[in-house]
């Protein structure tokens, strides 16, 4: 594919397009070419830029510079009202849809005035779910379907609307493995009707299965446009990162006798009344050992390490040492020597309007050096703050500024320093460089790694396999709630690991 | 697995009431209170005399409600429908007796949509927390309210600085052949017969535009919100602005118009007041606004729940005001035989609740016994112990539109 | 440092702006009506007398307990609309208490007291408890609680008040239990209050327990982030529990400066409202007990100056409630827009600065 293509078979063409947010650059001269009838896939690590550009291309958010071209003509998008009449949809990755109101309301919301909102509407659902072969009831309420189903509901809400070409913002992240191989089929007839679909993933083995070009976006900025028949995995992934790759390669074992975590037949019901989110899950972690939990995202993991940190209610038997655990408090476990570094640093992890130095505290405010008595230790907390912005080199002018100043790698050293710097037994790690910067994902690596020669138990949960399979002693897959099989990191590779997260063969 | 789900999706299932069931427990309601009256000899649980007390009590309270769950379902909480009800009597008043009542509900749309409007533009406009601006607004209504009553009325003939002159109120009409009939069958005393015919008299004699202008806003705001465009957009502000915007839907636009229309419902509800006592008072609306929100909240923000709870709440007000200590003893009975029976259903189920509920019953049940009748304050408190009881009872069932109350900014989708 | 002082400097701004707009608003609102806008200004702003300032400090002591009451619960984002039925409910008790003189002298006044914190405490916790167990917004649960106070305490003053006289009022408190107050302002021919000095402890006991235990630490943790407060092993049911106590504990002191200092008992015209008026204080003093003082005092002076509006002006005093609204409406808008400007600014700031010692490599989604 060339630049001096015909603008007949371009759909999309963004040029130099630029957006920065306080602090940080999201875009930098990103230029992408988009061919009518193709799936095209933009790939990069998270955080380099691609959700913005997708909402920039939606009307979301206005481009600081560059220009927008939909079917050869210059265009301005200042809402989604303008995207979508362009032809465009979007598919975002957290679902935008409305739990309370039925299928048909989420439809035709906003486009009423297509086939209005009663029977006419229903009947042209009907139509476009019938000729993609969507299996939906439109008048049931949102609330009550899978995630499958939604997504679907949510292709409908574009396809609805006549939309030529049609963004996918990492959309296998919610599904489970057969509703992905549902998913392609349905691109595929897309396609085949002569939709353009833009598809965004960090799955590499994914977008090669599915994409016919794909772009590569490192760092708010395009590397290059690549033919998927002729490019392999490790290609990508080197152009998704830069030159340096870098691997968290496992040194010689440091693992122990001694048992530090024990789960035994650990479960956990939905309270929605689905099905249930854990499954007599039993695993040890001793110390020294690094134990990873690989699985599809939304499989369970996060309601496992909920579970161990107190957080959700749970059936079962939870060790910490000699100690059953299971009806301690949060505080109680934490105190005993469970550190956290929670998956989503800004909702669990931090207060983001509080200097760092009273998050310095959270999750340890009843311990030293943060507590004297009923009272605050605030010359403590400061003092270590300063330690830990020193040794785990968290960039900022002062322990003053506020949490929500810091860059995302930032944030997250400030979180790896104060889980370390109470010598815990277990550390919980959920994606721990989810979002970060290659520096900062280097580091933390480095401290886990450190921590582990010194006897730490370390439980890591993770979406990115290189990671997984660098830093655990252990691997067990994770899938719908029940821990399905164990591999060893030193010989498994991550395309068998993937594999085996779907539910195919365990390898030995 | 299926059971599992079934079982699970049994005990949070969304209970809509078709016709016939509502027809059903219209009628049980109505058995259950000429039993209650045959049984304790307090005429006035069932009179028509208490029907019409009733609906003049509710009307106000279920309009400012409307105006409560038109804000709601648009996503802001309105707790300043309060304020926005003391400027429609105020309205009201000052336009009511100068130019008649027509012109006194005119201006009490404007000025609650005025107060509505603040609201707005704090709450959708600057992305003020909606309960602050609530309060900010009851206390500049309450100023304004007395600063304007004071300047507009003092001096007037008949009109002080607490209290408007006097206002001509709406001219009331019966509803020919049903009343007649009704009132035939009240007279003749025969157990549910007559209770049903006393329940028709008073809902169709000396009635006055506003009810029946009232009850038609209650089928229009079904039919707006349920069965239009314009609604669901509303609505999907309410329940998922992201969404909404996602998909090119002005959320601000929608917010500003259902909060502008909240006021005005809310000054409504504050004319029916001035109309209703033939003058503008100073704490005139005695925290119905409040009430109003609570009343839809135990409507689960729908139209047709708001208005059965504003009609409990009128209706236990139009007890205390006729032969009150009386009534309100009989009804202590009703309340201790249902909470028994609602014991019963949930023994199965709910253990604690339960038993909670029997010795509540017992509770009811000993004071029905020791005393001859209920001393005026606690009947004055029903409506309010009512509403505690009953979201103490059933607020995990509720189902409020998932985004109220939370401030939304533009550009926050994805 | 140059930084936090603009941004104290902002924040400082955001009230005083909207003090200046509400004067603008009101001057609107007198000069539509007809009303003379210089003179009613002129005698809010004359200087106050012995006795208006003795007024002042006591209506604002008064203020300042009720708006600490509420403040307690903004902090952690709980709405304690229910201040003002706490305050009545639980001077209504106390005065009842010191009435009956079970003890003697002082004793009876610090007993009174307690049984005062003990009321204000357990009215408010009605409404923490139905939230932790039952759901039920304490928004709603608080006004509703209201009213419940409102009718309970109608109820139970005639029950006590001596019967066939129109006197509806519990004992006086027998005047060894009075207490004279402090003649501080020289030629004024009344006290001030010997309770204000509550305000002044209430302040310190605020201001240690928010900003110096672990417990105000969880307090402020859950109000800024509930979950996060979560993870980090705050029992956010225990938390609501204990600052709605907190918070209605104090609530039970608003009543009793006066009550000592003036009243001496309760009666059908012992000031209500004042509950309400501590939510705007609470607002306007942004929770800070330092603000919150100003912000008392503020409303207790314009309270006091407009007394004197009907005389002198010929204009209601009413005027001043429309005043007080429009500030406290104002001021949450100019905090909003001061806390956004202030989020971004900060944001650029940390990142010029670093990105004069490295080149950016930092993006984000």
């Known amino acids: 594919m060339s630049d001096t293509s015909d603008a007949q078979d371009t759909a999309v063409r963004l040029t130099d397009i630029g957006k920065r947010f306080p602090g940080v650059i999201a875009n930098d001269q990103v230029n992408v070419t988009v061919r009518h009838g193709t799936v095209h896939a933009l790939v990069g690590e998270n955080g380099a830029g691609k959700s913005t550009l997708m909402k920039i291309l939606y009307g979301v958010q206005k481009p600081d510079s560059g220009t927008i071209e939909v079917d050869g003509r210059q265009v301005s998008f200042s809402s989604p009202a303008d995207a979508i009449a362009a032809g465009i949809g979007m598919v975002f990755q957290h679902f935008m849809l409305a739990d309370n109101l039925t299928v048909l309301e989420n439809v035709v919301l906003g486009a009423e005035k297509l086939y209005g909102s009663g029977d006419r509407a229903r009947r042209r659902i009907h139509e476009l779910a019938t000729s993609y072969g969507f299996d939906l009831d439109p008048d049931r309420l949102v609330e009550d379907l899978g995630v499958g189903d939604r997504q679907r509901v949510e292709i409908l809400k574009v396809l609805y609307r006549g939309a030529r070409t049609i963004i996918l913002d990492e959309p296998t992240a919610v599904l489970v493995p057969q509703e992905v191989d549902e998913l392609f089929e349905n691109l595929r007839g897309l396609k085949a009707e002569g939709l353009t679909v833009l598809f965004i993933s960090h799955k590499l083995d994914e977008v090669l299965a599915v994409a016919d070009d794909v772009t590569v976006i490192r760092r708010g900025r395009t590397v290059t446009t690549v033919d998927p028949k002729q490019t392999t995995a490790r290609q990508l992934a080197e152009l998704m990162v830069g030159s340096e790759l870098p691997s968290p390669s496992t040194e010689t074992s440091t693992v122990t006798d001694v048992v530090a975590l024990s789960v035994r037949d650990l479960s956990m019901f939905d309270p929605q009344g689905g099905r249930d989110l854990l499954t007599d899950v039993s695993f040890d972690i001793r110390r020294g050992e690094v134990v990873g939990v690989a699985g599809v995202e939304g499989n369970g993991q996060a309601e496992l390490v909920e579970a161990i940190m107190g957080m959700r209610k749970v059936q079962g038997t939870i060790a910490l040492g000699d100690e059953d655990v299971a009806n301690w408090s949060t505080a109680r476990r934490r105190e005993s020597g469970i550190g956290y570094i929670p998956e989503d640093r800004h909702r669990h992890g931090l207060l983001l309007d509080a200097p760092l130095w009273e998050n310095r505290m959270l999750g340890h405010q009843t311990r030293e050096p943060n507590r004297k008595g009923p009272f605050i230790d605030r010359g403590g907390a400061r003092a270590d703050t300063e330690r830990i912005v020193e040794a785990y080199d968290v960039r900022t002018p002062s322990i003053d500024t506020t949490a929500r100043a810091l860059s995302g790698g930032n944030q997250q050293k400030l979180i790896v320093g104060r889980e370390m710097s109470s010598e815990p037994l277990l550390l919980i790690a959920s994606h721990p460089t989810r979002g970060v910067d290659v520096g900062a994902q280097a580091a933390i690596w480095d401290h886990i790694k450190t921590a582990r020669r010194e006897g730490l138990a370390v439980l890591l949960i993770s979406a990115d396999l290189d990671e997984l399979i660098g830093l655990s002693d252990t691997i067990h897959v994770m899938l719908r709630g029940r821990l399905v099989g164990t591999v060893d990191p030193q010989t498994v590779t991550p395309e068998q690991l993937g594999s085996a997260m779907t539910g195919a063969e365990v390898p030995a | 697995m299926t059971e599992l789900l079934e079982k699970a999706t049994g005990t949070v299932r969304k209970v809509r009431p078709t016709w016939p069931v509502v027809l059903l427990g219209v009628a049980a309601v109505i058995l259950l209170l000429a039993v209650l009256r045959e049984i304790t000899g307090a005429q006035d649980v069932a009179s028509s005399g208490t029907v019409r007390a009733a609906i003049r009590a509710a009307m106000p309270i279920a309009l400012a409600g409307l105006g409560g769950l038109w804000s709601e379902r648009s996503g802001v909480v309105n707790i300043g429908l309060e304020g926005m009800m003391i400027m429609g009597t105020f309205g009201a008043g000052w336009a009511g007796y100068q130019w008649g009542m027509w012109a006194g509900v005119a201006f009490a749309l404007l000025f609650g949509a005025i107060a509505g409007g603040l609201h707005a533009i704090a709450t959708v406009g600057f992305g003020v927390d909606h309960i602050v601006s609530g309060v900010a607004i009851n206390v500049i209504a309450l100023g304004a309210g007395q600063y304007l009553a004071g300047l507009a009325f003092t001096g007037k003939q008949g009109g002080g600085p607490t209290q408007s002159p006097p206002v001509e109120p709406m001219s009331t009409f019966d509803i020919p052949g049903i009343s007649n009939l009704a009132q035939t069958l009240e007279s003749k005393h025969w157990f549910f017969v007559s209770d049903l015919g006393a329940i028709v008299l008073g809902l169709t004699s000396r009635l006055t535009p506003l009810v029946i202008g009232g009850l038609l806003l209650f089928v229009l705001t079904w039919w707006v919100l349920w069965r239009t465009t314009f609604g669901l957009r509303v609505r999907s502000c309410g329940e998922s602005p992201e969404a909404a915007e996602s998909l090119g839907v002005n959320v601000y636009f929608y917010k500003y118009v259902a909060v502008i229309i909240s006021g005005a419902l809310a000054g409504l509800a504050g004319a029916f007041l001035v109309n209703d006592s033939t003058v503008y008072r100073e704490g005139q609306t005695g925290g119905r606004g409040y009430i109003g929100l609570a009343a839809m909240i135990f409507g689960n923000w729908r139209p047709g729940g708001l208005l059965a709870g504003s009609s409990l709440f009128g209706y236990t007000d139009a007890l205390r005001l006729r032969s009150g200590g009386e009534s309100v003893h009989a009804l202590v009975l009703l309340l201790a035989v249902l909470l028994l029976f609602y014991a019963i259903y949930m023994l199965r189920t709910r253990r604690s609740q339960a038993l909670a509920s029997v010795a509540l019953a017992v509770g009811l049940l000993a004071i029905f016994v020791l005393t001859d009748e209920i001393a005026g304050d606690f009947t004055g408190m029903t409506p309010y112990l009512t509403t505690l009881l009953v979201l103490a009872l059933f607020s995990q069932r509720l189902r409020m539109p998932k985004a109220d109350g939370q401030v939304y900014r533009k550009g926050s989708a994805g | 440092m140059r930084f936090d002082v603009r941004r104290a400097a902002l924040t400082l701004a955001a009230p005083l702006l909207a003090i200046i707009f509400a004067v603008l608003v009101t001057s609107l609102v007198l000069a539509v009506a007809g009303d003379p806008v210089g003179e009613v200004w002129s005698t809010i702003f004359s200087k106050p007398k012995p006795r208006n300032i003795v007024n002042i400090i006591n209506s604002g002591s008064v203020l300042y307990l009720s708006a600490l009451a509420v403040a307690v619960g903004f902090r952690m984002n709980l709405f304690n609309i229910g201040v003002d039925g706490q305050y009545r409910l639980a001077a209504f008790v106390a005065a009842y208490v010191a009435g009956e003189a079970w003890l003697p002298g002082k004793l009876n006044v610090v007993f009174s007291i307690v049984v005062a914190i003990a009321v204000g405490a357990i009215w408010a916790g009605i409404a923490g408890l139905l939230r932790v167990t039952r759901g039920v917004s304490e928004v709603i649960s608080t006004i509703m609680l209201n009213s419940i106070a409102t009718y309970l305490v109608a109820y139970l003053l005639r029950q006590v008040s001596a019967k066939g006289t129109n006197n509806i009022h519990t004992n006086d408190i027998p005047v060894s239990s009075q207490l004279a107050g402090f003649k501080i302002v020289p030629d004024a021919p009344i006290a001030v209050y010997t309770l204000s000095l509550l305000a002044v402890v209430a302040a310190v006991f605020y201001w240690l327990l928010l900003n110096r235990t672990v417990f105000g630490f969880n307090l402020r943790a859950t109000g800024q982030s509930e979950s996060a407060a979560v993870a980090s092993g705050v029992n956010v049911k225990k938390m609501i529990i204990v600052s709605m106590l907190i918070s209605g504990g104090i609530a039970g002191l608003i009543g009793m400066p006066l009550l000592f200092g003036d009243s001496y008992n309760y009666g059908l015209t ?61 001021v949450v808008v100019a905090y909003e827009v001061v806390r956004r400007y202030n989020n971004a600014a900060e944001q650029r700031r940390v990142a010029a600065q670093l990105e004069s010692t490295r080149q950016p490599e930092e993006v984000a989604a």
């Open chain 3, 270 to 330: 012992f000031q209500t409202g004042l509950g309400f008026a501590g939510i705007a204080v609470a607002l306007l003093g942004r929770n800070n007990p330092i603000g919150i003082a100003f912000a008392a005092l503020l409303f207790a002076f314009l309270n006091e100056q407009s007394n004197a509006l009907q005389l002198t002006a010929g204009v209601s005093n009413d005027i001043v409630n429309i005043m007080q609204g429009v500030i406290v409406l104002s």
